[in-house]
């Protein structure tokens, strides 16, 4: 038995070598490829992250113009995944539905096996990152009981994945520009944060030669619970039971309670001891969605915006560093937008395919990749000899 070094959650091993995305927790600093979340988020387009991520360099005119025509021409599903849906109950989670489905496309695909051939991973990549809206949208419809909308393609990618998803057979989904760029905007701000809990999934997954999909279904299932993607809509369920603002100190000391299990949701990362940065540009978006459609001053957001207040002031969340994160106002936006909470996670699955992708394609680059085996410190029973049940007692 060799000797190893216990680090239960991961908080001091880096499991690989990694160029796509850069974290400074304590500085709040976030860079893909090199380039700032911020300058990405305000100044970019979510294809072109996406581009950046999967090839490590933004794209030129001509390089992004054949790469968005590419996604384009790959959004539509093959038709037999429709009668996926039928087997799962209207009211399934649709975190389930998407972990099945995903999973269930890779036997449309078997190619993507290939992963020695660079043109079936480059063709697996745009195959996931094209059909995660249509494969959402339908996730969304299927739970409302109402027809599928298939996609459109002189429509953007986050136009596109609204109309999906607010388009009824008797009136096509007049598209908002600004709700459309902040919808584009939660993608690029979900598109990668290197290796987080969902990722290190995927490419574990994918380190036994698993197939692409198979293992981007592995990282949806990790992403579904609450300490991990599942925050948002955790959060704003927070906030509906938090319901008003004189409520919010019994929340609060809750949350200090060690006694009590409960956290403030949308609070504290595991790497940022600082302001999370996708969640400052996350709550400027807010703002900007909430104007566009005319909210203003509802109990939600009353208790959102005071909970921010009260926690950024509060001694116990101060000395911990527990900072509101992107979850805190992503949920406020999709709200406004009228996805239910029990969608958000499945958003941000859709924009993180993209990450996983890229970190998935890196790791088979790595000429030192081999399978990933965890060892343990084992603390069970010793040596001892095997008693049949008769002498048992
Ligand atoms: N509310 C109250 N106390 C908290 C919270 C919170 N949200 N988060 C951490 N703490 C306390 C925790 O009790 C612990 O206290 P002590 O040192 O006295 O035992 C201390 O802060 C450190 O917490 P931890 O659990 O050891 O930290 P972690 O790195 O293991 O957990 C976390 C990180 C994000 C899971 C945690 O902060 C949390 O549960 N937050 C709420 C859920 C959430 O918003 N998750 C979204 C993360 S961002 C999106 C994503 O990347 O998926």
Redesign the pocket.
Known sequence: AGVFTLDP?FTSTASCESQITFIDGEEGVLLHRGYPIDQLAEQSGYLEVCYLLLNGELPTGSQFKNFAREITQHTLLHTQMDRFFDGFRRDSHPMAMLTGTVGAMSAFYPSSMDSADPEERRLASIRLIAKMPTLAARVYKYSIGQPFVNPRNDLSYAENFLRMCFSVPAEDYKISPTLAKAMDRFFILHAD?EQ?ASTSTVRLAGSSGAHPYAAVAAGVACLWG????G?NEA?LNMLHEIGSVDRIPEFIAR?KDKEDPF????????VYKNYDPRAKVMQETAHEVLNELGIKDTPILKVAMELEKIALEDEYFVE?K?YP???FYSGIILDAMGFPTEMFTVLFALARTVGWVSQLNEMIDDPTQRIGRPRQIYTGAPLRDFKPVSERG
């Open positions: 959650g944060h987080n609450p300490s991990h993607g925050a959060c949350a956290r403030l949701m949308g609070f504290g990362h595991r911990k527990l994160n992107v979850d």
